[in-house]
Antibody, heavy 119, light 107 residues
Framework: EVPLLESGGGLVQPGGSLRLSCAAS????????MNWVRQAPGKGLEWVST????????YHADSVKGRLTISRDNSKNMLYLQMDSLRAEDTAVYYC????????????WGQGILVTVSS | DIQMTQSPSTLSASIGDRVTITCRAS??????LAWYQQKLGKAPKLLIY???SLESGVPSRFSGSGSGTEFTLTISSLQPDDFATYYC?????????FGGGTKVEIK
């Protein structure tokens, strides 16, 4: 097993901020690109962000660009998602996920953390 | 952006049935496609990557095929544990995109 454990979710007002964390263990964290994928209630999967193993390259979905920012701390085996200017449409379960080496397919997923944006 | 279209959106089948789910890409993605299974309230599970490579630990009744714009996921003999929602995902280019999902229900 490759535990990935998300934390930091909860209820936030529109326009507010939140930071999600994902603690990784059981593998050489810095060797793997990591991702955030979300799922709105009752809906399908939506890719949010990818970060390379060194943290030097990042990609974000257009729907979150400029508001949600992925980062990592390889010394702590931690992945983060800084969420600013939150909107109701950001309400979702957020998963951190590791990629298959050499492929941007997700082989291990956390259990997910719910973020609710509502007044 | 590359759009991924799955069909059908819902599928009713019986234990032992052969089940096929189709995923079409709006432009060629070569073989850069993955399939996932998701059960209610759980994280998705990787089944297939690179269109036809079976992820370690996944039963051999699951198989994937296709290239370019058309792909299929086949379950050779449906088992009780297979009732779930299945998603395809392209990783040819960013933004990474998923299909809308196919829910496999008990007939």
């Amino acid at each position: 097993e490759v535990p990935l454990l998300e934390s930091g979710g909860g209820l936030v007002q529109p326009g507010g901020s939140l930071r999600l964390s994902c603690a990784a263990s059981g593998f050489t964290f810095s060797s793997y690109a990591m991702n955030w994928v979300r799922q709105a209630p009752g809906k399908g999967l939506e890719w949010v962000s990818t970060i390379g193993g060194s943290g030097g390259s990042t990609y974000h979905a257009d729907s979150v660009k400029g508001r949600l920012t992925i980062s990592r701390d390889n010394s702590k085996n931690m992945l983060y998602l800084q969420m600013d200017s939150l909107r109701a449409e950001d309400t979702a379960v957020y998963y951190c996920a590791r990629v298959v080496p050499g492929h941007t397919a997700f082989d291990y997923w956390g259990q997910g953390i719910l973020v609710t944006v509502s007044s | 952006d590359i759009q991924m279209t799955q069909s059908p959106s819902t599928l009713s089948a019986s234990i032992g049935d052969r089940v096929t789910i189709t995923c079409r890409a709006s432009q060629s993605i070569s073989i850069w496609l993955a399939w996932y299974q998701q059960k209610l309230g759980k994280a998705p599970k990787l089944l297939i990557y690179k269109a036809s490579s079976l992820e370690s630990g996944v039963p051999s009744r699951f198989s994937g095929s296709g290239s370019g714009t058309e792909f299929t996921l086949t379950i050779s003999s449906l088992q009780p544990d297979d009732f779930a929602t299945y998603y395809c995902q392209q990783y040819k280019t960013y933004p990474l995109t998923f299909g809308g999902g196919t829910k496999v229900e008990i007939k």
